[in-house]
């Protein structure tokens, strides 16, 4: 799902949100394709990068295409998987910003100069709830209200890229409809309008 606040057709540029499970395993495919469709920018959730600074650079250097950079953000606490980033053309000016931490969810924050607008954009992933985790859909609603509140107030065009787990194509989702109702709360529009999960459920 992509959740932004764009809505000035003049700042219209090509934006991707992926769900890579490992840019090592799988970086090769999405370099291809950000080279392929010449993307501007590119969020990337479940990167399965460490704090291993030395092992994640030369990841990144061998997934970003020439003309490229990348920030990131990996899981806390040591756990294997999740991770967030985003890939920008190198023309654009980029300020990576430091973010609140959440149980529910991962995000990091970066500036980004598109043209002469200054855009804020969050990449948030949201695991699905397990028994493993113990995350619920409730908290990551409390959680990610409390987010909204302090994201709306910026002075930058808030763009916010995530994947959030939820069904949101079915009506009889009760989570998914508080999902919804939570966005237009906050007045931020939904772009994305058809399933993006690999088997077409989410």
Not at 11 to 20: A, E, H, I, P
Not at 190 to 195: A, N
Request: glycine share 4%; aromatic share 10%.
């Amino acid at each position: 799902a992509d959740v932004t606040g764009l809505d000035d057709d003049s700042l219209s540029m090509d934006v991707l949100l992926t769900n890579c499970r490992s840019l090592n395993r799988n970086g090769h495919k999405l370099k291809s394709y950000i080279v392929d469709k010449n993307m501007d920018i590119v969020a990337v959730t479940e990167t399965w990068l460490t704090d291993n600074e030395i092992q994640s650079n030369h990841i990144i250097k061998s997934t970003c295409p020439t003309g490229y950079h990348m920030s990131h953000k990996p899981r806390t606490n040591g756990q294997i998987g999740g991770g967030v980033g985003l890939m920008y053309k190198s023309s654009l000016k980029f300020k990576h910003l430091s973010s609140n931490s959440f149980t529910s969810f991962e995000s990091s924050v970066s500036l980004l100069k598109w043209k002469s607008t200054w855009l804020r954009v969050v990449v948030i992933y949201r695991p699905t709830p397990s028994s493993e985790n113990q995350h619920t859909d409730r908290e990551f609603l409390d959680e990610f209200s409390l987010y909204l509140e302090v994201l709306i107030l910026c002075k930058e065009v808030l763009v916010i890229l995530g994947d959030f787990n939820f069904h949101v194509d079915m009506s009889n989702d009760y989570y998914a409809s508080e999902f919804k109702k939570l966005i237009a709360c906050f007045c931020l529009k939904q772009h994305v309008q058809e399933p993006t999960h690999i088997s077409g459920q989410r």
